[in-house]
């Protein structure tokens, strides 16, 4: 009966289900992969063996390679949303623009990991193209900027809008409805506008701590593996969490 309840754990078939997908498992991978990152400068500080930052070092290589494997047809998907966004007549100039420009922006980053993934598998010669890293952080830093761009503007939309509703409220009592209803209605669009501001303000918090460890990959910024191994958690955290819940 134990063993029953366990198999048939609601949770569990949500677990089952939720790794039965390549996207999920590549997000959980980054999430090791910076966790690792991050452990390997915390044994370093407190002194721990060669053996065992050089372990969570290997982990991270390990790690790293299964990913690169695992998004190699990504660019596609991200070229496919930037023709999207092009094609979208209705949409606000700047979330068009930015839109286009995140999605080329991880396109090229993603194309340039593939390359990197063939020199990894020997394909192509590893002394070849050395800077390859360097140009692939430049596509994903485009991304990002891209992306906190859109989410300022998604931010300044929604809070622009909600002031218009406030202070034209007491005007939409209209002939058919009571003041109730108006209420309702009113109470119903906060409601949506506040949960559209918190998932801005998230992802915008999400791309600022992506853009950290974009810099620092760059050199541009000059903080620890372990910051930026934190940093990355926290985002692979922020990506399983909306994976989790659209499982």
Known sequence: MVVDTLIYHPTLSKLIKFWDSTPKREKTFRLLSYLSRFLGYYAYK???SKETIELWSDLKAHFTFIRKAMRFFKPVNHLQLASKAFDNKLMDPILQFTTIIRNLGYAGYLTIDAIVFFKLLGIIDKKKYPNLGKYASRFW?????AGLINSLRIIYSL???????KNTQDEKVKETETETETETKTK??????????YQAKRKLIWDLLDTFIALNSLDILHFTEGD???AGVITSLLGLQDLWKAT
Not at 141 to 145: D, E, K, V
Not at 159 to 165: C, I, K, M, P, R
């Open 46 to 48: 407190k002194g721990y």
């Open 141 to 145: 830093l485009l991304g990002l900027i």
């Open 159 to 165: 809070n622009s809008y909600e002031n218009d509703q």
């Open 188 to 197: 119903a669009d906060t409601v949506a506008i506040n949960q559209k501001l």
């Open 228 to 230: 930026v191994g934190l």
